[in-house]
């Protein structure tokens, strides 16, 4: 193998975790390398105005501020690499990461791969998204104040993103494949006290419905259908959430690193330490709680500088 593939840091994922361990490795002189994945930039680049990364007084748009992450971290020798990292061997040192074509090895490796949100994957879905469909009430609530939303789901996470955006929409209708709900009885009874919460159960969404006017996209509604008669109905809506889970994108790392029940890399707790040492974790790979673009920078900075000092200490 040639020298050039042999690297001090190698980061897996491109999302803000990923950049910001790549700018804090580069500037600690650890020339870090940065498979970028499938997804480059990670799941911002699939949102339009991201209004709460500090330091964006004004927002900005998810795609620019990515670019913006990796040009920071490629100004201090950070070298991106556009594949995926198909295959990891932790058990020697250098670990050894394997892509399509390639063979690299390292002597640290920060893993950033995030975690997907659990998409309906009709295409209409795709074409709104950032336009009034939305994987997060967290980042997007506050852009639907007093106007009618839907979310899609039935367990907790649902439920907990059905009351949250109360706080800004005039109405929320939870749309529910089923008549039931796997939702705790705790948080089902807030819903169901919340006056402005209704439902739409057995019901499944078919399409997003929406226009365009003067080049913009807006979402106007959503067209159901009845899981149990098969009929339809238009509903129109200003915004579509949707929470039906999220999936951590650690397929790669099965019976390699230790997992919560869920699947997210479980890290020692108040660092990124995985139980492989010299395997670090960041990001939403590893926070099934936060889930934020801030908390992943944040964390993809304290797997740098655990990086440098556990690489320091080997020496
Ligand atoms: C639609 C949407 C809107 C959002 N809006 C906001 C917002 O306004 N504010 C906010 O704070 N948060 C927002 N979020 C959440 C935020 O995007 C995430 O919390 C954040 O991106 C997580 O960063 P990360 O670095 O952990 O990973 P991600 O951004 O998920 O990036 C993961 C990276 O890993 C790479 N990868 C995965 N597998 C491999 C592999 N095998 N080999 C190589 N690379 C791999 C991918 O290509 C990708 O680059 C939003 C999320 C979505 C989906």
């Not at 690297?7 to 803000?16: E, F, L, R, Y």
């Not at 949100?117 to 007093?146: H, P, Q, W």
């Not at 649902?158 to 705790?186: G, P, Y």
Request: aromatic share 8%; hydrophobic share 35%; charged share 25%.
């Amino acid at each position: 193998m040639s020298s050039e593939n042999h690297h001090k840091v190698a980061i897996i994922g491109s999302g803000p975790a990923g950049f910001t361990a790549g700018l804090y490795t580069g500037r600690a002189n650890l020339n870090p390398v940065i498979f970028e994945g499938m997804q480059p930039g990670g799941q911002l680049t699939i949102t339009t105005e991201v209004e709460n990364y500090p330091g964006f007084e004004s927002g900005i748009m998810g795609p620019e501020l990515m670019d913006i992450m990796r040009k920071q971290a490629q100004r201090f020798g950070a070298k991106s690499i556009y594949t995926e990292v198909t295959e990891v061997d932790f058990s020697k040192r250098p670990f050894v990461l394997k892509t399509y074509d390639d063979v690299h090895t390292a002597d640290a490796v920060i893993i950033s791969t995030g975690a997907s949100a659990r998409l309906l994957n009709i295409e209409s879905e795709n074409k709104y998204m950032g336009y009034g469909v939305s994987a997060c009430a967290t980042c997007d609530g506050f852009f639907f104040k007093d106007l009618k939303v839907l979310v899609v789901g039935g367990g907790d996470t649902a439920m907990e993103e059905a009351n949250f955006l109360t706080k800004f929409a005039s109405e929320v209708t939870i749309v529910h494949r089923r008549d039931e709900f796997r939702a705790s009885k705790i948080m089902f009874d807030r819903v169901k006290k919340n006056p402005k919460i209704k439902f739409q159960t057995s019901k499944i969404i078919k399409e997003v419905l929406g226009k365009q006017e003067n080049g913009r996209k807006t979402m106007t509604g959503v067209l159901l259908e009845d899981t149990k008669d098969h009929s339809t109905l238009k509903v129109d809506a200003d915004g579509l959430f949707i929470a039906i889970g999220h999936k951590p994108n650690t397929d790669l790392f099965k019976g390699v690193l230790d997992m919560d029940e869920t699947g997210y890399l479980k890290v020692k707790p108040g660092s990124t330490y995985t139980n492989i040492p010299g395997v670090f974790a960041a990001g939403d790979v590893a926070d099934k709680t936060y889930r934020q673009a801030v908390t992943a920078a944040g964390s993809g900075c304290m797997a740098a500088i655990d990086v440098e000092r556990w690489l320091e200490a080997q020496e």
